[in-house]
């Protein structure tokens, strides 16, 4: 059964991917989606750019802990991503992500993606750093402002 996870409510471009969470725990997910036409590049296989993507959201979804109260996030600090075969229009892509390394608000992370019948398509790792959530900080005002109110 699908799950849900709070970082997709408003996140268009996993939206628009098409992307199924399959699962989505802290240090662990799992997700997949089937690549359409527009999802690939002039020679007709998966463009590298959306199996990026799609590794890069389940890095995300890895990363952020569903049941956290919002006061932080985990952002990329940095990733590396090997191509190792490709994929066509009507596969679907299925990724795993499992977090290998923590250390204060330092991790990283391997994301795995395959095709739905196991063939290795690329292998992704990223690296995390948690930071306070920006939408939750406060709106500094400038001096001028302050005056004027």
Not at 33 to 61: P, Q, S
Not at 90 to 116: E, K, N, P
């Amino acid at each position: 059964m699908p799950q849900e996870h709070p970082i997709l409510a408003g996140d268009h471009t996993s939206r628009w991917m098409g992307i199924e969470v399959d699962r989505a725990d802290y240090g662990h997910a799992q997700i997949r989606m089937t690549l359409r036409e527009e999802m690939l590049n002039g020679f007709g296989i998966a463009h590298g750019g959306m199996i990026f993507a799609f590794a890069d959201t389940c890095f995300a979804l890895a990363c952020n802990d569903p049941a956290g109260d919002g006061s932080t996030i985990t952002v990329a600090a940095g990733v590396d991503i090997n191509f190792i075969s490709s994929a066509r229009r009507g596969q679907t892509l299925v990724a795993v992500g499992t977090v290998r390394a923590q250390a204060g608000r330092s991790g990283v992370y391997d994301i795995r993606v395959t095709t739905d019948d196991d063939v290795l398509v690329a292998e992704f790792r990223g690296r995390s750093r948690t930071i306070p959530n920006p939408a939750r900080k406060p709106v500094l005002q400038s001096a001028q402002q302050s005056e004027e109110a």
